[in-house]
Protein backbone atom coordinates (compact mmCIF):
# COMPACT_ATOMS: atom_id res chain seq x y z
CA UNK A 1 0.00 0.00 0.00
CA UNK A 2 1.41 3.02 -0.67
CA UNK A 3 1.03 6.92 0.92
CA UNK A 4 -2.09 7.71 -0.43
CA UNK A 5 -3.77 4.86 1.01
CA UNK A 6 -3.52 6.15 4.69
CA UNK A 7 -6.91 7.11 4.62
CA UNK A 8 -8.57 4.20 3.69
CA UNK A 9 -5.84 2.25 6.23
CA UNK A 10 -7.50 5.10 9.14
CA UNK A 11 -10.99 4.16 7.69
CA UNK A 12 -10.22 0.56 8.20
CA UNK A 13 -9.12 0.57 11.52
CA UNK A 14 -12.10 2.77 13.15
CA UNK A 15 -14.18 0.08 11.29
CA UNK A 16 -12.76 -2.68 13.02
CA UNK A 17 -12.35 -0.79 15.90
CA UNK A 18 -16.48 -0.59 16.06
CA UNK A 19 -16.50 -3.73 15.48
CA UNK A 20 -14.34 -5.25 18.16
CA UNK A 21 -13.70 -2.86 21.01
CA UNK A 22 -17.64 -3.30 22.44
CA UNK A 23 -16.72 -7.21 22.41
CA UNK A 24 -13.37 -7.23 23.66
CA UNK A 25 -14.77 -4.70 26.51
CA UNK A 26 -17.46 -7.36 27.06
CA UNK A 27 -14.97 -10.14 27.58
CA UNK A 28 -12.16 -8.55 29.80
CA UNK A 29 -15.07 -6.63 32.03
CA UNK A 30 -16.79 -10.45 32.68
CA UNK A 31 -12.81 -11.24 34.94
CA UNK A 32 -13.52 -8.19 37.06
CA UNK A 33 -15.05 -8.49 41.04
CA UNK A 34 -16.98 -5.57 40.76
CA UNK A 35 -20.57 -6.10 41.04
CA UNK A 36 -21.15 -3.15 38.88
CA UNK A 37 -20.40 -5.09 35.05
CA UNK A 38 -18.57 -1.83 34.06
CA UNK A 39 -16.20 -1.20 37.09
CA UNK A 40 -12.83 -3.02 37.58
CA UNK A 41 -12.25 -4.10 40.69
CA UNK A 42 -9.38 -6.82 40.32
CA UNK A 43 -8.86 -10.03 38.40
CA UNK A 44 -11.52 -12.33 39.08
CA UNK A 45 -13.47 -15.50 38.19
CA UNK A 46 -16.55 -14.95 40.74
CA UNK A 47 -18.88 -14.74 38.19
CA UNK A 48 -17.77 -17.72 35.68
CA UNK A 49 -18.26 -19.88 39.07
CA UNK A 50 -21.50 -18.07 39.92
CA UNK A 51 -22.75 -18.77 36.17
CA UNK A 52 -22.19 -22.47 36.13
CA UNK A 53 -24.19 -22.23 39.97
CA UNK A 54 -26.92 -20.78 38.41
CA UNK A 55 -29.17 -23.70 37.35
CA UNK A 56 -32.28 -21.40 35.49
CA UNK A 57 -29.09 -19.95 33.17
CA UNK A 58 -27.98 -23.98 32.28
CA UNK A 59 -31.84 -25.07 32.12
CA UNK A 60 -32.30 -21.95 29.38
CA UNK A 61 -28.88 -23.55 28.07
CA UNK A 62 -30.17 -26.76 27.29
CA UNK A 63 -33.53 -26.03 25.86
CA UNK A 64 -31.87 -23.21 23.28
CA UNK A 65 -28.82 -25.46 22.41
CA UNK A 66 -31.73 -28.90 21.43
CA UNK A 67 -33.89 -26.42 19.73
CA UNK A 68 -31.22 -24.93 17.56
CA UNK A 69 -29.64 -28.49 17.06
CA UNK A 70 -33.03 -29.83 15.90
CA UNK A 71 -34.36 -26.74 13.89
CA UNK A 72 -30.41 -26.72 11.78
CA UNK A 73 -30.85 -30.36 10.67
CA UNK A 74 -34.32 -29.90 9.83
CA UNK A 75 -33.72 -26.64 7.89
CA UNK A 76 -30.22 -27.95 6.18
CA UNK A 77 -32.64 -30.88 4.51
CA UNK A 78 -35.13 -28.91 3.31
CA UNK A 79 -32.78 -25.95 2.33
CA UNK A 80 -30.73 -28.34 0.77
CA UNK A 81 -34.06 -29.76 -1.36
CA UNK A 82 -35.15 -26.03 -1.85
CA UNK A 83 -31.08 -25.48 -3.30
CA UNK A 84 -31.37 -28.12 -5.44
CA UNK A 85 -34.78 -27.67 -6.67
CA UNK A 86 -34.16 -23.90 -7.15
CA UNK A 87 -30.97 -24.53 -9.24
CA UNK A 88 -31.09 -28.23 -11.13
CA UNK A 89 -34.88 -28.34 -11.51
CA UNK A 90 -34.75 -25.52 -14.25
CA UNK A 91 -38.76 -23.94 -14.68
CA UNK A 92 -40.95 -25.79 -12.75
CA UNK A 93 -44.62 -24.95 -11.80
CA UNK A 94 -44.28 -22.66 -8.08
CA UNK A 95 -40.38 -21.93 -8.96
CA UNK A 96 -41.27 -18.43 -8.60
CA UNK A 97 -43.35 -18.43 -5.26
CA UNK A 98 -41.03 -21.34 -3.58
CA UNK A 99 -37.87 -18.46 -4.55
CA UNK A 100 -39.97 -15.60 -3.10
CA UNK A 101 -41.22 -17.45 0.01
CA UNK A 102 -37.24 -18.79 0.17
CA UNK A 103 -35.72 -14.82 0.06
CA UNK A 104 -38.61 -13.65 2.30
CA UNK A 105 -38.12 -14.61 6.05
CA UNK A 106 -34.36 -13.25 5.49
CA UNK A 107 -35.59 -10.02 5.12
CA UNK A 108 -38.72 -10.01 7.17
CA UNK A 109 -38.36 -8.33 10.25
CA UNK A 110 -38.69 -10.77 13.53
CA UNK A 111 -41.46 -9.58 14.84
CA UNK A 112 -43.17 -9.67 11.61
CA UNK A 113 -42.21 -13.39 11.90
CA UNK A 114 -42.83 -14.63 15.22
CA UNK A 115 -46.29 -13.00 15.27
CA UNK A 116 -47.43 -14.46 12.20
CA UNK A 117 -46.23 -18.20 13.42
CA UNK A 118 -47.46 -17.51 16.65
CA UNK A 119 -51.27 -16.40 14.91
CA UNK A 120 -50.82 -19.68 13.00
CA UNK A 121 -50.23 -22.18 16.02
CA UNK A 122 -53.13 -20.21 18.03
CA UNK A 123 -55.45 -20.94 14.67
CA UNK A 124 -53.91 -24.51 14.25
CA UNK A 125 -54.88 -25.35 17.97
CA UNK A 126 -58.60 -24.18 18.14
CA UNK A 127 -58.99 -25.95 14.88
CA UNK A 128 -57.09 -29.13 15.76
CA UNK A 129 -55.82 -28.88 19.57
CA UNK A 130 -52.13 -29.11 18.14
CA UNK A 131 -49.79 -28.20 18.23
CA UNK A 132 -49.03 -27.05 22.35
CA UNK A 133 -46.77 -24.22 22.40
CA UNK A 134 -43.25 -24.81 24.07
CA UNK A 135 -40.09 -26.03 22.69
CA UNK A 136 -42.12 -27.17 19.74
CA UNK A 137 -43.81 -24.33 18.21
CA UNK A 138 -40.28 -22.30 18.80
CA UNK A 139 -38.39 -25.37 16.47
CA UNK A 140 -41.08 -25.27 13.93
CA UNK A 141 -40.77 -21.32 13.29
CA UNK A 142 -36.83 -21.07 13.23
CA UNK A 143 -36.81 -23.92 11.14
CA UNK A 144 -39.18 -21.30 8.67
CA UNK A 145 -36.48 -18.73 9.64
CA UNK A 146 -33.18 -20.72 8.75
CA UNK A 147 -34.55 -22.98 5.76
CA UNK A 148 -33.59 -19.78 3.34
CA UNK A 149 -30.13 -19.24 4.78
CA UNK A 150 -29.54 -23.08 4.16
CA UNK A 151 -30.83 -22.59 0.58
CA UNK A 152 -28.68 -19.62 -0.07
CA UNK A 153 -25.40 -21.25 0.74
CA UNK A 154 -26.55 -25.00 -0.93
CA UNK A 155 -27.38 -22.66 -4.39
CA UNK A 156 -24.13 -20.34 -4.45
CA UNK A 157 -22.18 -23.94 -4.11
CA UNK A 158 -24.80 -25.43 -6.62
CA UNK A 159 -23.80 -22.55 -9.29
CA UNK A 160 -20.11 -22.49 -8.62
CA UNK A 161 -19.88 -26.34 -9.36
CA UNK A 162 -19.31 -28.17 -12.10
CA UNK A 163 -22.17 -30.44 -13.65
CA UNK A 164 -20.18 -32.15 -15.65
CA UNK A 165 -19.41 -34.75 -12.72
CA UNK A 166 -23.37 -35.50 -12.38
CA UNK A 167 -23.63 -35.54 -16.25
CA UNK A 168 -20.87 -38.55 -16.52
CA UNK A 169 -22.63 -40.84 -13.79
CA UNK A 170 -25.80 -40.48 -15.45
CA UNK A 171 -24.64 -41.48 -18.36
CA UNK A 172 -22.99 -44.41 -17.07
CA UNK A 173 -26.29 -45.41 -15.76
CA UNK A 174 -26.73 -44.18 -12.35
CA UNK A 175 -30.25 -43.47 -11.07
CA UNK A 176 -30.81 -39.92 -9.86
CA UNK A 177 -30.91 -40.72 -6.25
CA UNK A 178 -27.70 -42.61 -6.46
CA UNK A 179 -26.16 -39.77 -8.72
CA UNK A 180 -27.74 -37.29 -5.60
CA UNK A 181 -25.88 -39.74 -2.95
CA UNK A 182 -22.09 -40.46 -4.52
CA UNK A 183 -21.76 -37.25 -6.71
CA UNK A 184 -23.87 -33.92 -5.53
CA UNK A 185 -23.72 -34.63 -1.83
CA UNK A 186 -20.08 -35.28 -1.13
CA UNK A 187 -19.40 -32.35 -3.66
CA UNK A 188 -22.06 -29.96 -1.77
CA UNK A 189 -21.22 -30.96 1.87
CA UNK A 190 -19.12 -28.24 2.56
CA UNK A 191 -22.06 -25.76 1.68
CA UNK A 192 -24.26 -28.30 4.13
CA UNK A 193 -21.74 -27.98 7.02
CA UNK A 194 -21.67 -24.04 6.76
CA UNK A 195 -25.65 -23.69 6.06
CA UNK A 196 -26.36 -26.13 9.08
CA UNK A 197 -23.66 -23.88 11.55
CA UNK A 198 -25.42 -20.84 10.06
CA UNK A 199 -28.76 -22.11 11.19
CA UNK A 200 -27.71 -23.33 14.31
CA UNK A 201 -26.22 -19.96 15.36
CA UNK A 202 -29.49 -18.08 13.90
CA UNK A 203 -31.86 -20.10 16.17
CA UNK A 204 -29.30 -19.79 18.60
CA UNK A 205 -29.46 -16.06 18.75
CA UNK A 206 -32.95 -15.41 17.93
CA UNK A 207 -34.99 -13.42 21.01
CA UNK A 208 -37.90 -12.39 18.89
CA UNK A 209 -39.63 -15.06 17.22
CA UNK A 210 -38.82 -17.69 20.51
CA UNK A 211 -40.83 -14.62 22.48
CA UNK A 212 -43.90 -15.01 20.28
CA UNK A 213 -43.89 -19.06 19.84
CA UNK A 214 -42.65 -19.96 23.37
CA UNK A 215 -45.04 -21.50 25.58
CA UNK A 216 -45.08 -20.47 29.76
CA UNK A 217 -41.81 -22.53 31.43
CA UNK A 218 -39.66 -22.58 27.64
CA UNK A 219 -37.87 -19.65 28.43
CA UNK A 220 -34.89 -19.78 26.00
CA UNK A 221 -31.13 -18.34 26.95
CA UNK A 222 -31.75 -15.38 24.63
CA UNK A 223 -35.29 -14.73 26.17
CA UNK A 224 -33.21 -14.89 29.68
CA UNK A 225 -30.85 -12.61 29.17
CA UNK A 226 -33.33 -10.11 27.74
CA UNK A 227 -35.07 -10.00 31.05
CA UNK A 228 -31.85 -9.79 32.98
CA UNK A 229 -31.12 -7.14 30.53
CA UNK A 230 -34.21 -5.69 31.19
CA UNK A 231 -33.92 -6.19 34.94
CA UNK A 232 -30.37 -4.57 34.78
CA UNK A 233 -27.20 -5.51 34.47
CA UNK A 234 -26.00 -8.72 35.90
CA UNK A 235 -21.64 -9.51 35.46
CA UNK A 236 -23.23 -13.11 35.22
CA UNK A 237 -24.28 -12.64 31.72
CA UNK A 238 -20.56 -10.75 31.24
CA UNK A 239 -19.16 -14.16 31.63
CA UNK A 240 -22.32 -16.00 29.98
CA UNK A 241 -21.31 -13.75 26.53
CA UNK A 242 -17.89 -14.52 26.85
CA UNK A 243 -18.60 -18.24 26.77
CA UNK A 244 -20.77 -18.13 23.58
CA UNK A 245 -18.25 -15.33 21.49
CA UNK A 246 -15.61 -17.54 22.17
CA UNK A 247 -17.28 -20.94 21.27
CA UNK A 248 -18.90 -19.38 18.50
CA UNK A 249 -15.27 -18.10 17.63
CA UNK A 250 -14.10 -21.83 17.52
CA UNK A 251 -16.33 -22.84 16.11
CA UNK A 252 -16.67 -20.61 13.13
CA UNK A 253 -12.45 -20.97 12.64
CA UNK A 254 -12.52 -25.00 12.95
CA UNK A 255 -15.37 -25.23 10.55
CA UNK A 256 -13.40 -22.75 7.94
CA UNK A 257 -9.90 -24.86 8.23
CA UNK A 258 -11.71 -27.97 8.04
CA UNK A 259 -13.53 -26.52 4.91
CA UNK A 260 -10.63 -24.73 3.34
CA UNK A 261 -8.75 -28.71 3.28
CA UNK A 262 -11.67 -30.30 1.88
CA UNK A 263 -11.95 -27.78 -0.99
CA UNK A 264 -7.96 -28.45 -1.24
CA UNK A 265 -8.87 -32.31 -1.51
CA UNK A 266 -11.90 -32.35 -3.94
CA UNK A 267 -9.70 -29.81 -6.00
CA UNK A 268 -6.86 -31.31 -7.40
CA UNK B 1 -42.30 -31.63 -2.44
CA UNK B 2 -41.50 -31.21 1.45
CA UNK B 3 -40.07 -27.70 1.44
CA UNK B 4 -42.75 -25.75 -0.20
CA UNK B 5 -45.27 -27.68 1.73
CA UNK B 6 -43.48 -26.77 4.74
CA UNK B 7 -42.53 -23.03 3.42
CA UNK B 8 -46.69 -22.43 2.70
CA UNK B 9 -48.06 -24.09 5.74
CA UNK B 10 -45.54 -22.10 8.27
CA UNK B 11 -44.66 -19.12 6.05
CA UNK B 12 -47.35 -18.07 3.62
CA UNK B 13 -50.17 -18.94 5.71
CA UNK B 14 -49.49 -17.07 8.87
CA UNK B 15 -49.43 -14.06 6.82
CA UNK B 16 -53.14 -14.96 5.79
CA UNK B 17 -54.22 -15.59 8.98
CA UNK B 18 -52.15 -11.83 10.58
CA UNK B 19 -54.61 -10.29 7.83
CA UNK B 20 -57.53 -11.69 8.90
CA UNK B 21 -56.94 -11.51 12.79
CA UNK B 22 -56.29 -7.73 11.38
CA UNK B 23 -59.60 -7.16 10.91
CA UNK B 24 -60.79 -8.91 14.31
CA UNK B 25 -61.65 -6.96 17.06
CA UNK B 26 -60.35 -7.48 20.25
CA UNK B 27 -62.15 -8.85 23.21
CA UNK B 28 -60.09 -8.89 26.55
CA UNK B 29 -59.97 -11.57 29.22
CA UNK B 30 -60.85 -15.09 27.07
CA UNK B 31 -58.01 -16.56 24.94
CA UNK B 32 -57.73 -16.02 21.94
CA UNK B 33 -58.31 -12.09 22.84
CA UNK B 34 -60.43 -11.53 19.65
CA UNK B 35 -63.81 -12.52 17.61
CA UNK B 36 -64.23 -14.88 14.93
CA UNK B 37 -64.79 -13.19 11.34
CA UNK B 38 -67.43 -15.25 10.51
CA UNK B 39 -70.50 -15.49 12.91
CA UNK B 40 -73.01 -18.03 12.57
CA UNK B 41 -76.51 -16.96 13.03
CA UNK B 42 -79.77 -18.56 14.50
CA UNK B 43 -81.05 -19.23 11.44
CA UNK B 44 -77.59 -21.15 10.35
CA UNK B 45 -76.44 -18.26 7.99
CA UNK B 46 -72.94 -17.29 8.30
CA UNK B 47 -72.25 -13.86 7.65
CA UNK B 48 -68.98 -11.67 7.71
CA UNK B 49 -68.00 -9.62 9.87
CA UNK B 50 -65.03 -7.00 9.31
CA UNK B 51 -63.85 -4.75 11.87
CA UNK B 52 -61.24 -1.63 10.00
CA UNK B 53 -61.57 -0.35 13.60
CA UNK B 54 -57.51 -1.23 14.23
CA UNK B 55 -57.00 0.01 11.01
CA UNK B 56 -58.77 3.43 11.51
CA UNK B 57 -56.74 3.58 15.04
CA UNK B 58 -53.52 3.65 12.97
CA UNK B 59 -54.16 6.24 10.94
CA UNK B 60 -56.19 8.83 13.69
CA UNK B 61 -53.71 8.05 16.63
CA UNK B 62 -50.41 10.11 15.89
CA UNK B 63 -48.48 7.78 18.07
CA UNK B 64 -48.83 5.44 15.13
CA UNK B 65 -47.57 7.62 12.58
CA UNK B 66 -44.58 8.95 14.81
CA UNK B 67 -43.51 5.06 15.23
CA UNK B 68 -43.30 4.38 11.43
CA UNK B 69 -41.41 7.67 10.91
CA UNK B 70 -39.07 7.02 13.61
CA UNK B 71 -38.68 3.53 12.64
CA UNK B 72 -37.89 5.22 8.86
CA UNK B 73 -35.55 7.56 10.19
CA UNK B 74 -33.64 5.05 12.57
CA UNK B 75 -33.21 2.96 9.24
CA UNK B 76 -32.54 5.60 6.93
CA UNK B 77 -29.88 7.17 8.87
CA UNK B 78 -27.95 4.51 10.16
CA UNK B 79 -28.17 2.50 6.19
CA UNK B 80 -26.13 5.45 5.00
CA UNK B 81 -23.94 5.62 8.31
CA UNK B 82 -23.56 2.01 7.56
CA UNK B 83 -22.59 2.80 3.27
CA UNK B 84 -19.90 5.77 4.87
CA UNK B 85 -17.99 3.16 7.32
CA UNK B 86 -18.37 0.09 5.26
CA UNK B 87 -17.29 1.24 2.07
CA UNK B 88 -14.10 1.68 2.63
CA UNK B 89 -13.71 -1.47 4.07
CA UNK B 90 -15.36 -3.36 1.53
CA UNK B 91 -12.76 -1.36 -0.74
CA UNK B 92 -9.63 -2.34 1.30
CA UNK B 93 -10.64 -5.95 1.39
CA UNK B 94 -11.37 -6.27 -2.13
CA UNK B 95 -7.85 -4.00 -2.74
CA UNK B 96 -5.30 -6.39 -0.27
CA UNK B 97 -2.99 -9.29 -1.47
CA UNK B 98 -5.13 -12.73 -0.89
CA UNK B 99 -3.82 -13.91 2.03
CA UNK B 100 -4.71 -10.37 4.21
CA UNK B 101 -8.10 -10.70 2.06
CA UNK B 102 -9.32 -13.58 3.59
CA UNK B 103 -8.34 -13.09 7.38
CA UNK B 104 -9.65 -9.77 7.03
CA UNK B 105 -13.03 -10.99 5.24
CA UNK B 106 -13.11 -13.25 8.72
CA UNK B 107 -12.67 -10.70 11.08
CA UNK B 108 -15.89 -8.99 9.42
CA UNK B 109 -17.93 -12.11 9.27
CA UNK B 110 -16.83 -13.31 12.77
CA UNK B 111 -18.79 -10.16 15.04
CA UNK B 112 -21.68 -11.79 12.66
CA UNK B 113 -21.88 -14.79 13.70
CA UNK B 114 -21.91 -13.75 17.61
CA UNK B 115 -24.82 -13.22 18.88
CA UNK B 116 -26.55 -9.68 17.95
CA UNK B 117 -28.61 -9.66 21.90
CA UNK B 118 -25.17 -10.08 22.83
CA UNK B 119 -23.85 -7.26 20.93
CA UNK B 120 -26.29 -5.21 22.15
CA UNK B 121 -25.99 -5.79 25.83
CA UNK B 122 -21.94 -5.46 25.34
CA UNK B 123 -22.48 -1.99 23.61
CA UNK B 124 -24.34 -0.76 27.37
CA UNK B 125 -21.00 -1.51 28.63
CA UNK B 126 -19.69 1.16 26.08
CA UNK B 127 -22.50 3.84 25.73
CA UNK B 128 -23.50 4.44 29.89
CA UNK B 129 -21.99 6.58 32.22
CA UNK B 130 -18.49 6.56 32.77
CA UNK B 131 -18.81 3.64 30.35
CA UNK B 132 -15.55 2.56 27.68
CA UNK B 133 -16.65 5.48 25.15
CA UNK B 134 -17.97 7.47 27.40
CA UNK B 135 -15.51 7.50 29.46
CA UNK B 136 -12.94 7.59 26.67
CA UNK B 137 -14.79 10.65 24.97
CA UNK B 138 -15.20 12.47 28.79
CA UNK B 139 -11.10 12.19 29.33
CA UNK B 140 -10.77 13.72 25.73
CA UNK B 141 -12.86 16.78 27.09
CA UNK B 142 -15.52 15.91 24.30
CA UNK B 143 -18.69 15.56 26.67
CA UNK B 144 -19.14 16.09 30.29
CA UNK B 145 -18.03 13.64 32.68
CA UNK B 146 -21.06 10.99 34.04
CA UNK B 147 -22.73 11.81 30.61
CA UNK B 148 -24.39 8.90 29.49
CA UNK B 149 -25.49 8.08 25.71
CA UNK B 150 -27.36 5.45 26.81
CA UNK B 151 -31.22 5.47 26.48
CA UNK B 152 -30.97 8.31 23.89
CA UNK B 153 -31.44 8.11 19.85
CA UNK B 154 -27.67 8.10 19.30
CA UNK B 155 -27.46 5.17 21.18
CA UNK B 156 -29.71 3.56 18.78
CA UNK B 157 -28.04 4.72 15.79
CA UNK B 158 -24.50 3.39 17.40
CA UNK B 159 -25.94 0.19 18.17
CA UNK B 160 -27.84 -0.76 14.25
CA UNK B 161 -24.51 0.39 12.70
CA UNK B 162 -22.29 -1.90 14.69
CA UNK B 163 -24.90 -4.49 14.57
CA UNK B 164 -25.29 -4.23 10.77
CA UNK B 165 -21.88 -3.30 9.25
CA UNK B 166 -20.96 -6.63 8.00
CA UNK B 167 -24.61 -7.19 5.96
CA UNK B 168 -23.28 -3.79 4.22
CA UNK B 169 -19.56 -4.89 4.02
CA UNK B 170 -20.10 -8.32 2.71
CA UNK B 171 -22.37 -7.56 -0.60
CA UNK B 172 -20.04 -4.44 -1.29
CA UNK B 173 -16.53 -6.37 -0.84
CA UNK B 174 -18.06 -9.07 -3.20
CA UNK B 175 -19.15 -6.25 -5.61
CA UNK B 176 -15.68 -4.92 -5.41
CA UNK B 177 -13.79 -7.91 -5.90
CA UNK B 178 -15.30 -8.57 -9.47
CA UNK B 179 -14.18 -5.13 -10.11
CA UNK B 180 -11.59 -4.92 -13.36
CA UNK B 181 -8.78 -2.53 -11.31
CA UNK B 182 -7.42 -1.99 -15.01
CA UNK B 183 -10.23 0.03 -15.23
CA UNK B 184 -9.05 2.59 -12.91
CA UNK B 185 -5.56 2.68 -14.52
CA UNK B 186 -6.93 3.35 -17.60
CA UNK B 187 -8.72 6.46 -16.34
CA UNK B 188 -5.77 7.46 -14.51
CA UNK B 189 -3.98 6.99 -18.08
CA UNK B 190 -6.82 9.35 -19.47
CA UNK B 191 -5.80 11.90 -16.91
CA UNK B 192 -8.61 11.58 -14.30
CA UNK B 193 -7.56 12.39 -11.16
CA UNK B 194 -8.05 9.49 -8.21
CA UNK B 195 -10.95 10.71 -6.87
CA UNK B 196 -12.43 11.53 -10.25
CA UNK B 197 -12.09 7.74 -11.32
CA UNK B 198 -13.61 6.71 -8.21
CA UNK B 199 -16.33 8.99 -9.25
CA UNK B 200 -16.95 7.92 -12.34
CA UNK B 201 -15.70 4.20 -12.56
CA UNK B 202 -15.36 2.64 -9.05
CA UNK B 203 -19.20 3.89 -7.49
CA UNK B 204 -20.98 3.31 -10.69
CA UNK B 205 -19.88 -0.04 -11.35
CA UNK B 206 -19.71 -1.20 -7.06
CA UNK B 207 -24.27 0.14 -7.88
CA UNK B 208 -25.77 -3.03 -7.33
CA UNK B 209 -23.23 -4.27 -4.35
CA UNK B 210 -24.44 -0.65 -2.40
CA UNK B 211 -28.02 -1.68 -3.29
CA UNK B 212 -27.64 -4.69 -1.65
CA UNK B 213 -25.93 -3.84 1.13
CA UNK B 214 -28.14 -0.56 1.73
CA UNK B 215 -31.58 -3.05 1.64
CA UNK B 216 -29.87 -5.37 3.93
CA UNK B 217 -29.30 -3.15 6.19
CA UNK B 218 -32.77 -0.73 5.59
CA UNK B 219 -35.17 -3.70 5.99
CA UNK B 220 -34.77 -5.33 8.97
CA UNK B 221 -33.49 -2.13 10.93
CA UNK B 222 -37.25 -0.71 10.16
CA UNK B 223 -38.75 -3.74 12.27
CA UNK B 224 -35.77 -4.15 14.50
CA UNK B 225 -37.33 -4.65 18.27
CA UNK B 226 -34.22 -5.30 20.58
CA UNK B 227 -31.69 -2.66 19.78
CA UNK B 228 -34.33 0.67 20.33
CA UNK B 229 -36.02 -1.41 22.83
CA UNK B 230 -32.32 -1.76 24.85
CA UNK B 231 -29.89 1.30 23.77
CA UNK B 232 -33.01 3.68 23.16
CA UNK B 233 -34.93 5.64 25.13
CA UNK B 234 -38.31 5.38 25.81
CA UNK B 235 -39.26 8.01 23.40
CA UNK B 236 -37.52 6.05 20.76
CA UNK B 237 -41.13 4.23 19.94
CA UNK B 238 -40.41 2.08 16.66
CA UNK B 239 -42.91 -0.54 14.91
CA UNK B 240 -41.03 -3.13 16.18
CA UNK B 241 -41.53 -1.96 19.80
CA UNK B 242 -44.89 -0.75 19.30
CA UNK B 243 -45.85 -4.74 17.56
CA UNK B 244 -44.39 -5.93 20.99
CA UNK B 245 -45.94 -3.34 23.39
CA UNK B 246 -49.71 -4.13 22.02
CA UNK B 247 -48.81 -7.68 22.13
CA UNK B 248 -47.07 -8.72 25.37
CA UNK B 249 -48.10 -5.90 27.19
CA UNK B 250 -51.74 -4.80 25.70
CA UNK B 251 -52.55 -7.98 24.56
CA UNK B 252 -54.42 -6.62 21.83
CA UNK B 253 -53.63 -9.25 18.99
CA UNK B 254 -55.46 -7.21 16.52
CA UNK B 255 -54.28 -4.10 16.29
CA UNK B 256 -50.79 -5.81 16.43
CA UNK B 257 -51.83 -7.35 13.78
CA UNK B 258 -52.89 -4.76 11.47
CA UNK B 259 -49.29 -3.03 12.68
CA UNK B 260 -48.04 -5.77 11.34
CA UNK B 261 -49.85 -5.93 7.94
CA UNK B 262 -49.28 -1.58 7.55
CA UNK B 263 -45.06 -2.68 8.56
CA UNK B 264 -45.29 -5.07 5.66
CA UNK B 265 -47.44 -2.99 2.71
CA UNK B 266 -44.56 -0.35 3.56
CA UNK B 267 -41.71 -3.24 3.39
CA UNK B 268 -42.90 -5.05 0.21
CA UNK B 269 -41.29 -2.48 -1.94
CA UNK B 270 -37.86 -2.82 -1.01
CA UNK B 271 -38.42 -6.58 -0.54
CA UNK B 272 -39.20 -6.72 -4.08
CA UNK B 273 -35.88 -4.51 -4.88
CA UNK B 274 -34.40 -7.32 -2.68
CA UNK B 275 -35.74 -10.45 -4.54
CA UNK B 276 -34.96 -8.27 -7.99
CA UNK B 277 -31.16 -7.66 -7.77
CA UNK B 278 -30.38 -10.82 -6.05
CA UNK B 279 -32.37 -12.95 -9.38
CA UNK B 280 -30.20 -10.16 -11.38
CA UNK B 281 -26.59 -11.34 -9.14
CA UNK B 282 -27.08 -14.81 -9.62
CA UNK B 283 -27.72 -14.73 -13.30
CA UNK B 284 -25.06 -12.60 -13.77
CA UNK B 285 -22.90 -15.05 -11.79
CA UNK B 286 -24.53 -17.89 -13.56
CA UNK B 287 -23.35 -16.28 -16.70
CA UNK B 288 -19.82 -15.79 -15.42
Request: aromatic content about 10%; some cysteine; hydrophobic content about 55%.
Amino acid sequence: MTRRNWGLWAAMAVGYALLYVPIVSMIVYSFSASRMATVWAGFSTRWYVSLFANEQIMQALARSLTIAAVAASAATVLGTACGLALSRFGRFPGRGLLSLMNSAPMVMPDVMLGLSSLLLFVTLQQALGWPERGMGTIAIAHITLTTCYVTVVVRSRMAALDDSLEEAAMDLGARPWRVFWLITLPLISPALLAGWLLAFTLSLDDLVIASFTSGPGASTLPMLIYSKVKLGVTPEINALATLIVTVVAIGVVVAGVVMHRRERNLAP
Amino acid sequence: MLPMLWLLLFFAVPFLIVLKISFAEAVFGQAPPYTPLLEQAADGAASLRLHAGSYALLLQDPLYIAAYLKSLLFAGVSTLCCLLLGYPIAYGIARARPVWRMLLLVLVILPFWTSSLLRTYAMIGMLKANGVLTGALAAAGLIEPGTAILHTDLAVYIGIVYNYLPFMILPLTATLMRLDFGLLEAAADLGAKPWQAFLRVTLPLSMPGIIAGALLVFIPAVGEFVIPDILGGPDALTIGRVLWTEFFTNRDWPLAAAVAVAMLLMLVIPTLLFEYVENRRERSEAQA
